[in-house]
Each structure stands twice: as structure tokens, then as C-alpha cells.
Antibody
Framework: QLQLQESGPGLVKSSETLSLICTVSGDSIRSSPYFWGWIRQSPGKGLEWIGSIDDRGNIYYNPSLKSRLTISMDRSKNQVSLELSAVTAADTARYFC???????????????WGQGTLVTVTS | QSVLTQPPSASGTPGQRVTISCSGSSSNIESHTVNWFQQLPGTAPKLLIYGNDQRPSGVPDRFSASKSGTSASLAISGLQSEDESDYYCAAWDDSLNDYLFGAGTKVTVL
């Protein structure tokens, strides 16, 4: 059964870099036909797509975050990573990783989600 | 204000039919497929509808969706108490080069 688990520091200081890991179990991301995405949700607010990555070197970023964002894969650890630099209070959110359910296509049909991890940016 | 516009709330009594609208434009809904997500309180979103009107396995057929032009809609028929949740429409936008979510609609079962 596919499971995704986000992990990382719950508190990040303003202007520093937020680093999160999504550990995938029940499937191998190496040579996987799927995209893996990051989505966040600010407290009490809606959802925002951050970016998506697949094992063929395709990476897509939210344009509003692109200048501060790096998404990568560690195939040996079956993990997808997110780094967001120069964070501000506006980056305080619950961060989710999710699998895009359509093979070989970026359709954002996120059919498996992690439980999310809350990141608070402090001053 | 979201590019994809949803009503903030909707409600109905058990057994009723509730419809949620999602209004967009030619650069998003009209040009790309719409997905719908359900988010129960304190949980991760769940894919409810993909490809405009397709239900993943396990989603009851009480949930249906459609798309016409620049708008999409989600219908819940035979409303049940467990349907009380937030519902989000989503679609890619060519102008923004971004995957957009609506602001969400909170469904209350009266």
C-alpha cells in the first residue's frame, strides 16, 4: 500500500531555508511513471500547488515560488525533497506531498497524499 | 481572490442534492481538465473527481461532476452527514503557468 510521509523542522526562522522530505513507501520512485508533487495550505486557507517532479528529470515549479524553490529526488532513499529559501511568515503552512495518479502525465490527479507537516516561520 | 471562483459555503439536509459551482476562464477550465478534492477537517485532501467527471475507485456515485465552457460543477446527491467537508476545484492555467485551486466551498449538512 502506497504511503507518503512528510518530515522536517516545524519551526524555521525568517529569511532562512525551509527543507522538507517526503518518504515514499509501498512503491519505488526510481523509474516510477508518476509525478510527485508538493502542495501547501496556509492556516485556515486554501490549497497552493508548489511543484512537481518525476524520475525522468522533469520538474515543474509554481512561478510565484520558482526563484526560491528546489525540488529534488533521492532515489536511493525513496524520497522527494523540497527546499524553499528566504522564507517569510507568508510561507507558514501545512506542507503536503502527493502522488499524481496518471502515469507519465502531469495532470495533478493527486490520488495519494501524506498527512502533511506544519511549518511555522518565526521572526 | 482566487482565479477559480467557488461559493464559500453550501448546505443541505440529509438526502438533498447540493451543487457547488467553480467558475474560471478560457485559460483554465475551458482549456484543461478539472479535478475536485474533498478535505475533511484536520485531514489531507482526497481526490474526489478527476478528468472533469471521473470518480476514483471507492468514491460513491453520489458524487458527480461536469464541465461546460469556463465553468465546472460538483453535485452531491443523497447528502449524508459524512459529506460535511471542504471541497476544492482545481485546474491548470495557461496564462499563469500554474495549477490553481479554488478557495474552497464548505458544505454543511443541516
Amino acid at each position: 500500500q502506497l504511503q507518503l510521509q512528510e518530515s522536517g523542522p516545524g519551526l524555521v526562522k525568517s529569511s532562512e531555508t525551509l527543507s522538507l522530505i517526503c518518504t515514499v513507501s509501498g512503491d519505488s520512485i526510481r523509474s516510477s511513471p508518476y509525478f510527485w508533487g508538493w502542495i501547501r495550505q496556509s492556516p485556515g486557507k486554501g490549497l497552493e500547488w508548489i511543484g512537481s517532479i518525476d524520475d525522468r528529470g522533469n520538474i515543474y515549479y509554481n512561478p510565484s515560488l520558482k526563484s526560491r524553490l528546489t525540488i529534488s529526488m533521492d532515489r536511493s532513499k525513496n524520497q522527494v525533497s523540497l527546499e524553499l529559501s528566504a522564507v517569510t511568515a507568508a510561507d507558514t503552512a501545512r506542507y503536503f506531498c502527493a502522488r499524481d495518479g496518471r502515469q507519465f502525465q502531469l495532470l495533478f490527479e493527486f490520488d495519494h497524499w501524506g498527512q502533511g507537516t506544519l511549518v511555522t516561520v518565526t521572526s | 481572490q482566487s482565479v477559480l471562483t467557488q461559493p464559500p459555503s453550501a448546505s443541505g439536509t440529509p438526502g438533498q442534492r447540493v451543487t457547488i459551482s467553480c467558475s474560471g476562464s478560457s485559460s483554465n477550465i475551458e482549456s484543461h481538465t478539472v479535478n475536485w478534492f474533498q478535505q475533511l477537517p484536520g485531514t489531507a485532501p482526497k481526490l474526489l473527481i478527476y478528468g472533469n467527471d471521473q470518480r476514483p475507485s471507492g468514491v460513491p456515485d453520489r458524487f458527480s461532476a461536469s464541465k461546460s465552457g469556463t465553468s465546472a460543477s460538483l453535485a452531491i446527491s443523497g447528502l449524508q452527514s459524512e459529506d460535511e467537508s471542504d471541497y476544492y476545484c482545481a485546474a491548470w492555467d495557461d496564462s499563469l503557468n500554474d495549477y490553481l485551486f479554488g478557495a474552497g466551498t464548505k458544505v454543511t449538512v443541516l
